[in-house]
């Protein structure tokens, strides 16, 4: 063995194997949300889009020890699959949204929003219209939990009690809203953000819904993390802080029509890009 050879291979073993390991690999649950999870299919297979995605990429960035990445699920099944342990992060949830009793614990709340009741704007209908938008026909997204409904989702209780009609696609239930078929959807639940985005993407929307003044729910988004996981709420806290001063979540909150979580109450206003 030449000399350059041996003096590389002594230098090596004064390294710290730790410095060869590779990053610890974290699943992260997401499912249908825009704008903080959606998918769209290409010709090389499904494309991950959204704020959550956006996070991950943000976090991936300014550490090395950990390696996150998503994991598709549904909002009907994650709490079945974070108990089979196919993941242990998930990313802009509330403990309240049916994790009681789960091994989790939450960060701090990093951003804010809410979700606004939409309806068919019509001559003579004003605010009013949403006193008692339990006793209008609704359309909502299965496995969600609603304000109207105190955070229930079971579709049997829904279903019993209301008159809603669950799907898995919000743009549906807001064409539902503007086909005018009252028996069926005559208030539609979605996110604020979605809500912008979708009028920003269909401009002839502009004017034809009336939206509620008042949120069926606020958002306090917080990171769940699995209890003794990996991922400690210590760990989270460090990267959000780490991202809200070097800007990401600046430009993540921009990007996607999302707000600080102090911003008070959730208004609407149309994004304009």
């Given at each position: 063995?030449?000399?350059?050879?041996?003096?590389?291979?002594?230098i090596s073993l004064l390294i710290p194997v730790a410095v060869f390991a590779e990053p610890m690999t974290v699943k992260v649950g997401a499912y249908e949300f825009p704008?903080?999870?959606?998918?769209?299919?290409?010709?090389?297979?499904?494309?991950?889009?959204?704020?959550?995605?956006?996070?991950?990429?943000?976090?991936?960035?300014?550490?090395s020890d950990i390696r996150l990445e998503i994991y598709l699920t549904s909002p009907k099944r994650r709490y079945l699959d974070f108990d089979r342990h196919q993941y242990d992060l998930i990313m802009f949830e509330s403990l309240i949204w049916g994790w009681e009793g789960y091994p989790l614990e939450a960060s701090r709340v990093f951003m804010g929003g809410g979700e606004v009741y939409v309806a068919l704007e019509k001559?003579?209908?004003?605010?009013?219209?949403?006193?008692?938008?339990?006793?209008?026909?609704?359309?909502?997204?299965?496995?969600?939990?609603?304000?109207?409904?105190?955070?229930?989702?079971?579709?049997?209780?829904?279903?019993?009690?209301?008159?809603?009609?669950?799907?898995?696609?919000?743009?549906?239930?807001?064409?539902?809203i503007l086909l005018d078929r009252p028996s069926i959807a005559e208030v539609a639940i979605v996110t604020r953000s979605y809500l912008n985005l979708f009028m920003r993407d269909n401009p002839d929307s502009r004017g034809r819904f009336l939206v509620s003044e008042k949120c069926d729910q606020e958002y306090r988004h917080t990171i769940l993390t699995r209890k003794q996981g990996v991922v400690s709420v210590e760990d989270l806290n460090r990267?959000?802080?780490?991202?809200?001063?070097?800007?990401?979540?600046?430009?993540?909150?921009?990007?996607?029509?999302?707000?600080?979580?102090?911003?008070?109450k959730p208004k609407f206003s149309l994004l304009v890009k």
């Open positions: 063995m030449n000399k350059k050879i041996w003096y590389l291979y002594a704008p903080y999870f959606y998918s769209t299919h290409a010709k090389a297979g499904p494309k991950y889009e959204g704020a959550t995605v956006a996070l991950v990429d943000a976090i991936n960035a300014i550490q001559p003579g209908r004003d605010q009013n219209f949403f006193n008692d938008v339990g006793s209008r026909s609704l359309v909502g997204i299965l496995g969600y939990h609603y304000g109207f409904s105190n955070y229930i989702s079971d579709d049997e209780y829904l279903n019993t009690k209301y008159r809603v009609f669950l799907s898995s696609d919000h743009e549906r239930n807001l064409q539902l990267w959000l802080d780490i991202l809200e001063k070097n800007g990401k979540l600046a430009d993540i909150r921009e990007k996607f029509g999302l707000v600080t979580p102090d911003s008070g």
